[in-house]
């Protein structure tokens, strides 16, 4: 019981929405670290796909990464899910280039933030 008391107070956050994860998972340390672990590493690669789809403009991919990016968003609570689905439509209609590279930069912010708050999320249910 204080195991998964520890791991309740781990994951709190007024960044993110850590509801899933906590229902998921039912507040087990190794699948949470595993699952927070493959959405790090998978995220980073397919943003750095995105950005490169968009300086491509490669509408096809915008919106395919896009939509990958979407259910993890979502699956994992992160705040620019809303935009990330905006920018997989906007792909899916060819919308200028330049609205969507607009629009991929306002989420950077936010994305980094979410994502340095798993990093240390990750590091404490590590410890």
Not at 96 to 107: C, E, N, P, Q, R
Request: hydrophobic residues 40%; proline residues 2%; neutral net charge.
């Amino acid at each position: 019981m204080i195991e998964n008391t520890n791991i309740k107070q781990i994951l709190t956050s007024n960044i993110i929405d850590l509801t899933n994860l906590n229902e998921c998972f039912l507040l087990e340390r190794a699948p949470i670290i595993d699952f927070i672990t493959i959405f790090l590493e998978q995220t980073k690669k397919k943003i750095e796909e995105l950005q490169k789809a968009i300086k491509d403009e490669d509408y096809l991919l915008i919106e395919k990464t896009a939509h990958f990016l979407q259910s993890s968003f979502s699956i994992m609570g992160l705040s620019c899910y809303d935009d990330i689905s905006k920018l997989e439509m906007m792909a899916t209609q060819k919308e200028k280039i330049t609205a969507i590279s607009t629009l991929f930069k306002s989420i950077t912010p936010s994305y980094r933030t979410s994502i340095r708050e798993f990093e240390f999320i990750l590091k404490k249910l590590k410890s």
